[in-house]
């Protein structure tokens, strides 16, 4: 890698000109997320006179979209939603791809084309019969009705990802610990599990973007204001404050900085989950 | 019973609760979804009989269905078009920075694709809003106030208008995947090249080009499959309108189902839609696999390897 550093940079100009045009596109992408920022901190009438600079300072218009906006209420709503989905799936997803990767039941490579054939399922081909199934069982419009789906969503990629994964551990291990009298689930918790840290972040991550960015399902089933997510939660905002320009950004920073602060500590497994999905799909 | 036999068997009750959830919402329903596309099920009763082809012909004969589809493909061709080709470029740039300068463009051009779409929508349509917004804002205090729109309240802007924005968001995405494919390219292979007096231009068209058709197969299929199937970005900023120019199939799908409930007629949207994209993927496949010369280019590196 090193000696060839010098060679790389050889033609000048074209250095110049890529350097340019990667400049103009990241203010093209980065600006308007600060123009939102700095928005979010104006009063309206700073808004329509400045639009480029800010003369007032109005943190206020945070309490305003977080208490009477209910930004609040649907940021929680989109934690709780998350946590509890991404929960359930971790477990799932590591029993399965355990399953897959060092039990190997019978019929297992049959087993592994159906859940395969998860990836390739469109959400409008399963959407008309969750409703009614979810109606049926008594859970339409609840948070259930949400999570059950959502823990679904994620699933075929999430086991695809992790049981390639697993399939490339080493086995010494769990035949020695055999030998040694452990337990199939001592043998998972024990040794497997810690060897699984990494694949299991970038599965979270993976399973993470999908379900606190998703809006469909959560339009269809959720009516409540009480249990809106923040996806959807947003379009009532949006309506809200339609004209009062600084309390729209303030709650759409509300909506964006913690992802955003999460992103930036630990960027390299964001782009490595989703860039892993992309790949294996 | 033998240790092994045991194994296998807990391999069963390992798989027991993600066959759950797969046989409930996602087996199951899209069964149920292809068999009652055929009957006369609707929303408000559950009665139902088999009725034929007669959803399809229906269909088939829907003025609304088919401009919506080609809707959808405008947007789709386009925004994979300019993602792919603009995406290649700027992960060439990119991979041409000292490590510092890659390190921040790869962070900072990813950020949009971490939000959620419902939160760029709002976004947007506030930065494009026709009096206040800061694309007109801009233009104006550069003196082209004359090119000033309602951006997506106009018949002549409004598409475009979508595909802007969701370039904007994904074009990062696209960039990262091709720049990561460009490191995987072994440096001995272009180093020879350079000794055979190749320039940037030869290397960019004959080694980047070729040694990334995986990559570019992955990112057409990602590209034209999301935009066949894009909702919240068309939902939020448009609602479909003005008139009908961005009412894309899945909102159509959406309205036949949940707000005139006639469930029959959504789901043979829903399995040709299906059809729709089985077929884009498979095409896009057989091209990029017509292309390929990551398979077998005797450097022992696999199609999954490389990328």
């Known amino acids: 890698m090193k000696p060839d550093r ?95 990767g060092k039990l190997k039941p019978w019929g297992s490579p049959v087993l592994e084309i159906v859940y395969m054939f998860g ?73 497997t599990l810690p060897l699984m840290k990494p694949v299991i972040a970038t599965v979270t991550i993976f399973n993470f973007q999908g379900v606190w960015s998703e809006f469909y399902w959560a339009l269809i089933e959720v009516k409540k204001d009480a249990l809106k997510t923040l996806p959807l939660g947003l379009m009532n905002f949006q309506s809200q404050y339609n004209s009062e320009y600084g309390i729209l950004c303030a709650g759409l920073m509300i909506a964006t900085l913690p992802v955003l602060l999460l992103y930036l500590r630990c960027s390299s497994y964001f782009i490595g989950g989703m860039t892993a999905g992309a790949v294996k799909g | 019973m033998n240790y092994r036999s045991k194994r296998k068997l807990m391999g069963y009750v390992f798989l027991l609760p993600s066959f759950f959830f797969l046989a409930c919402f996602l087996l199951y329903p899209f069964c149920k979804s292809v068999v009652m596309s055929f009957t006369n099920w609707n929303g408000m009763k559950d009665t139902y009989k088999f009725v034929g082809l007669q959803n399809y012909i229906d269909l088939f004969n829907n003025k609304n269905y088919w401009a919506a589809i080609k809707i959808n493909l405008k947007f789709a061709v386009i925004s994979t078009a300019i993602q792919t080709f603009l995406g290649y470029l700027l992960a060439y740039a990119v991979y041409n920075m000292t490590r510092r300068w890659q390190a921040f463009y790869k962070v900072a051009l990813y950020i949009p694709v971490i939000l959620p779409a419902s939160v760029i929508a709002v976004m947007w349509k506030f930065l494009l809003g026709a009096q206040t917004g800061l694309v007109n804002t801009v233009l104006r205090s550069i003196g082209l106030g004359n090119l000033a729109h ?158």
């Open chain 1, 6 to 100: 010098k060679k790389r940079y050889k033609s000048l100009p074209l250095m110049v000109l890529s350097q340019i045009v990667l400049i103009a596109l990241a203010v093209l992408i980065i600006y308007p997320l600060f123009f939102v920022l700095m928005t979010s901190f104006k009063s309206n009438y700073d808004v329509l006179v400045n639009p480029f600079g800010i003369k007032t300072f109005q943190p206020e218009n945070y309490v305003q979209a977080w208490r009477i906006g209910m930004i609040g209420k649907f940021f929680m709503n989109s934690v709780i939603t998350t946590a509890i989905t991404l929960a359930i799936q971790m477990v799932v997803i590591v029993m399965a791809s355990y399953a897959f």
């Open chain 1, 119 to 191: 990836l390739f399922v469109t959400s409008e081909m399963i959407t008309i019969p969750n409703f009614v199934t979810l109606k049926a069982w008594g859970l339409g419009g609840t948070r259930a009705s949400l999570i059950l789906p959502y823990v679904t969503n994620g699933l075929a990629m999430a086991t695809f990802i992790m049981t390639a994964f697993v399939k490339s551990l080493p086995t010494e291990l769990d035949e020695a610990a055999m030998i040694d009298g452990a337990s199939i689930l001592d043998n998972l918790i024990k040794i």
């Open chain 2, 150 to 307: 309602g951006w997506v309240g106009e018949k002549a802007t409004a598409l475009g208008t979508i595909i802007f924005v969701n370039t904007w968001q994904y074009i990062g995405f696209t960039m990262v995947l091709f720049y990561i494919a460009m490191q995987n390219i072994s440096t001995e292979v272009l180093e020879s090249a350079e000794v055979d007096g190749a320039n940037k231009w030869h290397k960019l068209i004959y080694f980047f080009v070729p040694m990334t058709v995986g990559t570019t197969e992955t990112n057409v299929i990602l590209s034209i499959t999301g935009g066949m199937k894009s909702f919240a970005l068309f939902y939020m900023l448009t609602g479909g309108g003005p008139g009908k120019t961005t009412k894309v199939v899945s909102m159509l799908i959406y309205e036949t189902a949940f707000t005139e409930f006639k469930f029959n007629k959504a789901l043979a949207m829903a399995a040709v839609l299906f059809v729709i994209i089985l077929i884009l993927t498979v095409i896009s496949r057989y091209i990029g696999a017509k292309y390929n010369y990551e398979n077998d280019d005797g450097r022992g590196r696999t199609k999954g390897g490389a990328r």
